[in-house]
């Protein structure tokens, strides 16, 4: 079978051979991740930062993330970052977006694609594996973790740790933008006060919200967020502080009914502190 040719009478073989890889630049490309839990109470979100100890943004409050090395997928290196800097493990991750715009990185040339990683522990416990990371040793630039409550009020987004004594807050509009014949609303942030996230990751972190709260009633991503066994008021509070609005009790459990098992015992329920009955996700 004869090779094809292109306009230069080349074979693909040749075309290789003679390509300039220096004729196009090319941009380095990291990942970072939001990592997002729920407080042991389920009154708030979470959500895990780490601290930067090198340039750029030295001492400011980041998302976890570094640069995809050549022989590795970007979500391997989402899942290498994320177990040297925090530890953790074996949690749901999934892709956001590809974050491009120019100048993002004070660096160089830099694109980010973006993960969302779901919880179900952030307690101090869901960052034992800290030691083993080597925070200020092989961590890649990171000195510090935590758990910031994520607080989201109309016209506001703050991240709190009183223990570190650390505010963040930003100033959101909601802004109408056209695609083609639609419309659509997104968030712009603009920052209020001293403390700041690193790059853009207050962007990420919006895009990341959003797209969780599109999904979130649609699909099981909730059970990832919750225990192994759990009362169907604490799983409707789970509900309610991710979508931000309260849902009527039975066309609750009528959704999730499909998706959960009844164990036969009876546990305390975190919210309403009543003994109820026992639940599973008993998943495909």
């Not at 390509?19 to 991740?33: A, L, M």
């Not at 990171?142 to 650390?166: C, H, M």
């Not at 807050?169 to 695609?179: D, G, L, P, S």
Request: hydrophobic share 35%; net charge negative.
């Amino acid at each position: 079978m004869a090779q094809k040719k292109d306009r230069n009478g080349l074979t693909e073989k040749e075309f290789l051979k003679n390509y300039k890889v220096g004729n196009y630049e090319r941009p380095s490309v990291t990942t970072d991740i939001l990592v997002l839990g729920v407080s042991p109470d389920l009154s708030t979100l979470r959500i895990l930062l780490v601290k930067r100890d090198e340039h750029p943004y030295i001492d400011t409050w980041a998302l976890p993330g570094g640069f995809v090395h050549k022989d590795e997928t970007a979500y391997q290196a989402a899942q290498r970052k994320l177990s040297q800097e925090t530890g953790l493990e074996g949690v749901y991750l999934d892709q956001i977006y590809t974050f491009t715009k120019p100048g993002r990185d004070p660096r160089t040339w830099v694109m980010t694609i973006a993960y969302l990683a779901l919880v179900s522990d952030t307690g101090y416990d869901a960052l034992r594996g800290l030691t083993c990371a080597g925070i200020g040793d092989n961590s890649g630039g990171v000195q510090d973790a935590a758990w910031f409550d994520l607080i989201i009020t109309p016209g506001e987004i703050k991240f709190i740790n009183a223990e570190r004594d650390v505010e963040i807050k930003y100033e959101i509009q909601n802004k109408r933008f056209k695609n083609g014949r639609t419309y659509y609303e997104n968030w712009v942030s603009s920052l209020e006060g001293d403390e700041e996230l690193a790059f853009d990751h207050i962007e990420i972190i919006i895009e990341s919200i959003l797209k969780l709260k599109a999904q979130f009633e649609h699909t099981d991503l909730a059970f990832n967020m919750m225990r192994d066994k759990f009362t169907l008021p604490d799983l409707q509070a789970l509900y309610e502080l991710v979508l931000g609005k309260k849902l009527y009790k039975t066309n609750f459990r009528a959704m999730v009914a499909p998706k959960i098992e009844a164990t036969g015992e009876k546990i305390k329920s975190i919210t309403s502190n009543k003994l109820s009955a026992e639940y599973y996700y008993k998943g495909e």
